[in-house]
């Protein structure tokens, strides 16, 4: 694979990793849907994982407490557009869900909608329309003093850094119960990826997969080496299209990719090797691991009584 198919694919498994990969649709009745429990294998951190739409409920509590928060600085402040159970599950190394794929593509809807909110959700118009010295009062409020931050060291070198002061620090101090340890151990769980996904590009097992993949598109008239290959070339397929076309376009290819993933099992590979590979990194970082999860459960439990 070339330089830039890997940095690719590592970004995929970033997404997949923090983002979840779940298997539900969204919907109103589909967040309350039971989903396959997931059980960390790591030793001495066999605790149940969150589902998609447990996040979703963790994630709406915090915007919540943000507004909450404001309310007590003077501001007013209207919670954000939650990414949903479904749209959680955009952005992986491959799309495999062809039910998914015929709904969603490749997550166009989700895209338009995001950039719809940055352009012109209450958040943004009401900030705007405020005095510079009121603005710069409503930023510090929201985002805290940059002047006194958490900083923790990624597992995979260099550091990160946020307020520990503003309405999201206390927001989340409510949700999780601690919220320095809490950036701690979520930042350093959820930076792993660049410690194994170096080890997947090399498995024999993805590199056969992703072949028997690209024979089976082939086939199916779109030849494309790899799922990274439709991803760099996606805005040119589209390139000069209305909405509506460029969105049929890429489902109709969302659906031969997610086809052909489980034809020849691209998907289950990509999971299955990301599981194994990140579980034996896992086991370095055990104790954050379980701090991690039990301060999820601890989140989501408070969440569940705003």
């Not at 151990?185 to 993805?206: A, C, G, K």
């Amino acid at each position: 694979m070339s330089s830039r198919v890997s940095f690719l694919f590592s970004v995929a498994f970033i997404a997949c990793l923090t983002a979840g990969c779940g298997t539900e649709d969204e919907g109103p009745t589909e967040t309350a849907r039971p989903q396959k429990e997931k059980v960390a294998s790591v030793p001495g951190a066999r605790i149940k994982d969150l589902t998609p739409a447990e996040e979703v409920e963790i994630d709406r509590a915090e915007d919540v407490l943000v507004r909450r928060c404001m309310q007590n600085q003077g501001f007013r402040y209207w919670p954000g557009p939650v990414a949903g159970v479904a749209e959680r599950r955009a952005g992986g190394y491959v799309v495999d869900d062809v039910d998914w794929a015929r709904r969603y593509g490749y997550g166009r809807p989700f895209d338009i909608a995001a950039e719809e909110a940055r352009r012109s959700h209450p958040n943004i118009t009401y900030a705007n329309a405020l005095s510079e010295q009121e603005r710069i009062r409503y930023s510090h409020a929201l985002d805290g003093d940059f002047d006194d931050t958490l900083t923790v060291e990624l597992p995979s070198g260099g550091t990160v850094s946020t307020p520990r002061t503003g309405c999201y620090a206390e927001a989340r101090g409510r949700l999780y119960g601690d919220y320095p340890t809490w950036f701690r151990v979520n930042r350093t769980v959820t930076s792993l990826t660049p410690l194994y996904v170096p080890q997947i590009l090399q498995d024999e097992r993805l590199t056969a997969a992703v072949t028997v993949w690209a024979r089976c598109m082939k086939e199916s008239g779109k030849p494309f080496e790899s799922p990274d290959a439709i991803r760099e070339q996606r805005d040119g397929l589209i390139k000069g299209m209305s909405e509506s076309r460029a969105q049929a376009a890429e489902v109709a290819l969302a659906v031969a990719e997610a086809e052909c993933a489980q034809e020849s099992s691209l998907g289950n590979t990509a999971h299955s090797l990301e599981k194994e590979y990140r579980e034996r990194v896992l086991r370095r970082y055990v104790e954050e691991f379980t701090t991690y999860q039990q301060m999820r459960k601890s989140a989501l439990s408070r969440a569940m009584k705003l």
